[in-house]
């Protein structure tokens, strides 16, 4: 059996069945099975058009990004967060570096993955 999709997770966290999702919100018996369930696998290489996203997000009071990003992973996309500032930064210094210099960049963080520290305790309150 494939494993289950994005979307199919996000659907199957609400407690009524799909076909309740869809009468609650006007869909067509079978419109969000055919993106959870499709017996095709062409059916999941194709991102839902944007008024049924919108329309499954609606049903499920879902932000429509959570939807949108649920099915972009179904498509095998990575969504991985912005880089802050600090992290651009930083990589843009580590590349301005000799690359002898990157290695040993590479080496202390792979020294750090490989050595774990301890992260210290959080401070108690004083009793007085």
Avoid: W
């Amino acid at each position: 059996m494939p494993a289950q999709t994005h979307l199919a997770t996000l659907i199957d966290a609400d407690p009524r069945p799909v076909r309740q999702i869809e009468r609650d919100t006007g869909l067509p018996e079978g419109s969000i099975s055919y993106y959870t369930r499709p017996s095709t696998a062409d059916r999941t290489q194709r991102l839902p058009k944007l008024n049924v996203m919108e329309y499954i997000a609606k049903a499920l009071d879902k932000p429509l990004e959570v939807v949108t990003q649920a099915c972009i992973r179904d498509l095998g996309i990575s969504i991985e967060p912005a880089f802050t500032p600090a992290e651009v930064d930083l990589m843009h210094r580590i590349r301005a570096l000799p690359e002898a210099d990157q290695q040993r960049i590479k080496d202390i963080v792979a020294s750090f993955e490989r050595h774990p520290h301890p992260q210290p305790a959080p401070p108690q309150p004083s009793k007085r």
